[in-house]
């Protein structure tokens, strides 16, 4: 362990002067532990893919509903292959705390938050490839998308600000928590349960009031709107939450709802890894 840590600080030291090039060599380590083989890949596919290909098809044949809400589910399973991919993703830098390099890492000339920029690009990739196949699923499946250039930059920018905000979360979490054991134990109550009050399965507008405006507020809310305003060209998701005619403007409201949440948590992900990586 010694000498194969002494072997990555090295180059990371040579690099120091090029931003990037630390930031490669650090991603690359992590994506060697992330996905060694292709089953680690594809296991956090199987629940997203159950509900996509499944339990949508089959919700639509027993509440004798149109064919839109097979795309209104499989859009919503993206709301919880996202947070479950990047929070299990924190589970690495648990175990690179625990067990493996993090300390040896933390004498190399570099910024540390150069180490939370690396673990987030390997969890975002990962993430976005499994986003991929599930939509390919989706479509394989017959389920329809309604999606214009316009429609994809949406969908793209929502998409991408949330994975980040949810690593920042899961970086926090990390930090925070002092085993793997409880950190999987809150895991549920993070990337699951939220999902249920986010208009995934249903609409904000039928859970009870005060569910309805608890929901509004949650970056899953907006950033499942905004995939729906993307991916199927609908608005009512937005609607929900702005109750305004203008869809362009609700998304623009939503985007900057799903930015803030991303720049937040990753600032608070890398100032709390900065305060415990060492503890």
């Known amino acids: ?66 064919s839109a809400y097979e795309s209104f589910v499989a859009t919503g399973t993206i709301g919880l292959l996202i947070p479950l991919n990047t929070m299990f993703a924190g589970i690495g830098v648990l175990v690179d705390r625990e067990a493996g390099a993090q300390r040896e890492l933390l004498t190399a000339p570099i910024s540390r938050a150069l180490l939370v920029v690396a673990n987030l690009l390997v969890a975002f990739a990962i993430t976005a490839l499994q986003v991929a196949v599930l939509l390919v699923a989706a479509r394989a499946r017959g389920i329809h998308f309604d999606i214009t250039a316009g429609g994809f930059l949406w969908f793209l920018a929502a998409g991408s600000l949330f994975t980040v905000g949810m690593y920042g979360t899961a970086e926090v979490l990390a930090a925070r928590v002092p085993s793997t054991e409880e950190y999987v134990g809150r895991v549920p109550a993070i990337a699951i349960v939220p999902w249920f009050l986010a208009g995934s399965l249903f609409p904000i507008n039928a859970l009870p009031g005060f569910l309805t405006w608890f929901a509004r507020f949650l970056p899953l809310t907006h950033g499942l709107a905004l995939v729906r305003f993307g991916l199927l060209h609908d608005s009512s998701s937005l609607h929900n939450i702005w109750k305004m005619q203008n869809a362009s403007a609700m998304a623009g409201l939503s985007l900057a709802v799903v930015a803030a949440f991303a720049l937040l948590l990753t600032a608070a992900g890398i100032r709390a890894f900065g305060r415990h990586a060492v503890h």
């Open 1 to 66: 362990m010694t000498a194969a840590t002494t072997e990555l600080v090295r180059p990371l030291a040579a690099r120091a002067h090029n931003p990037f090039g630390p930031v490669l060599t650090l991603a690359r380590r992590r994506f060697q532990l992330t996905a060694r083989t292709p089953r680690e890949l594809v296991v956090p596919l199987l629940t997203p893919i159950l509900f996509a290909l499944v339990i949508a098809p089959s919700l639509k044949t027993a509440l004798d509903t149109t």
